[in-house]
């Protein structure tokens, strides 16, 4: 056929109005407010929050003066805050607390918590990270390995409640820092064997002969790098949750927004490699007042928290379906979901809201 003058015009103004259409279907999506996904829960999650024992009257000075707890500046060995703790994590759906292991840690929940009243109904798991000090853990090391099975063995008591959290019979722990381990890629040499895969696999069969446990480790990595910076490194862990805390002028307007782009691509990237993935939220972040160097604060919000909380059960993993708090009572981090008094129990309302099915 033969195009004409008249007829290639019309195709013209055809592409070109095409074009427009397109670009305005294009904008109009991107002006559209961002929406949590909403997910329909059928079967109960498991909600774990992240729990501090050190309070006294000496570090209630370093937290933000906006918020002031509800049972005022509290002792954390006083029976009647762990007694009330207990009750508020029952009556809103907290499942188990993870503490961070230590000396003082251990002996508070062995001689203090195992007293209180209703604590046999919260499960408890351990937060630890394989660092010496500041350092991060060779996994190839003797003198290393020696002294986590050290760590392992006197946590052994706490392995042996009735309530400690054991995911196919193993005692859950989850590790922090687990992107500084050693040894690493040579990333800028292109290396991209990663030793600690099998480094993983030989400390967890040496733990099993040393301390006749088989240990279910949950990796704390995500932030904000790819998944592709770890690769194979993701399956030295059973399953993988997040630390999204980070308070960077240029996402905190849009956390959530960025999470959600964040949590998508971890989660089809774990699909691959079998490795599971649990959510971690939090209602807001300033711990300005121990840290300097923290440029901005995340203002914590009702919106924003039960963005977190449908962003949590939209990427849960099905099988596992655990996600976590970040935090009980992070004062220090401004991070706490605890009543305060002059919003209450918002937070904790809005976890059972979320997360309770009946």
């Not at 501090?52 to 937290?63: E, P, S």
């Not at 932030?223 to 910076?229: A, D, I, M, N, T």
């Not at 956390?255 to 959600?260: G, H, R, S």
Request: aromatic share 14%; hydrophobic share 40%; with cysteine.
């Amino acid at each position: 056929m033969k195009i004409t003058f008249p007829i290639l015009i019309s195709l013209w103004v055809a592409i070109i109005g095409f074009n427009s259409c397109k670009e305005d279907d294009i904008q109009e999506e991107m002006l559209k407010p961002w929406k949590a996904p909403e997910t329909e829960l059928t079967e109960d999650v498991l909600v774990g929050a992240f729990y501090d024992f050190q309070f006294n009257d000496t570090n209630w000075l370093n937290i933000d003066a906006l918020y002031m707890p509800e049972l005022g500046k509290y002792n954390s060995l006083n029976p009647a805050v762990l007694q009330q703790h207990v009750a508020w994590s029952s009556e809103s759906g907290v499942d188990f607390w993870v503490c961070p292991h230590g000396r003082f840690t251990d002996s508070v929940i062995l001689n203090v918590l195992t007293g209180i009243t209703g604590f046999e109904n919260i499960d408890l798991a351990m937060e630890m990270s394989f660092t010496s000090g500041s350092t991060a853990v060779n996994l190839t090391d003797s003198i290393s390995i020696q002294r986590i099975i050290g760590d392992m063995k006197t946590m052994s008591g706490l392995f042996e409640l009735p309530n400690y959290l054991k995911i196919d019979n193993k005692p859950v722990i989850v590790l922090q820092s687990v992107y500084n381990y050693q040894p690493q890629p040579d990333y800028q040499a292109g290396d991209i064997t990663d030793e600690r895969v099998d480094a993983m696999a030989q400390l967890r069969s040496v733990l099993k002969d040393s301390t006749g446990y088989d240990f279910y480790f949950i990796g704390n990595y995500v932030g904000w790098f790819p998944p592709e910076r770890f690769g194979d490194y993701t399956q030295a862990f059973d399953a993988v949750t997040s630390n999204m805390m980070s308070n960077r002028k240029a996402l905190t307007n849009f956390l959530n927004e960025n999470i959600d782009l964040s949590w998508e691509d971890w989660t089809s990237y774990l699909d691959t490699k079998g490795v599971a993935f649990a959510p971690s939220i939090f209602p807001g972040r300033n711990d300005t007042v121990i840290s300097t160097s923290r440029a901005d604060v995340l203002p914590r919000s009702t919106e924003f928290f039960t963005g977190q909380c449908k962003l949590a059960k939209y990427y849960m993993d099905e099988d596992l379906r655990i996600i976590f708090i970040d935090s009980f009572n992070g004062w220090h981090s401004g991070t706490q979901v605890e009543p305060a008094d002059n919003y209450g129990n918002t937070y904790l309302d809005i976890l059972k809201n979320e997360f309770s099915i009946n």
